[in-house]
């Protein structure tokens, strides 16, 4: 899924222009992050809801 936010931002834009939108928005666009590291830490939220029904993890937005 590589241009899969571009498409939902832009969603008019062909199919076949979606990397050059890509390139075009790069500078603004955040930064890829590491998978296993976003499993590893969803892992851990949920279980720490277990424990603490009431726990909600508050993502910090992306500079």
């Known amino acids: 899924m590589n ?5 939902h931002m832009y969603a008019a834009v062909p199919f076949y222009n ?3 939108l890509s390139r075009a ?3 603004d666009m955040p930064k ?3 998978l296993l590291k976003s499993y590893q830490d969803i892992i851990r939220i949920q279980k720490r809801q277990l424990y603490e029904p009431d726990y909600y993890f508050d993502a910090p937005c992306p500079d």
């Open 3 to 7: 241009y899969h936010i571009e498409h």
């Open 18 to 20: 979606l990397k050059k």
């Open 25 to 27: 928005l790069e500078e």
């Open 32 to 34: 890829r992050g590491n």
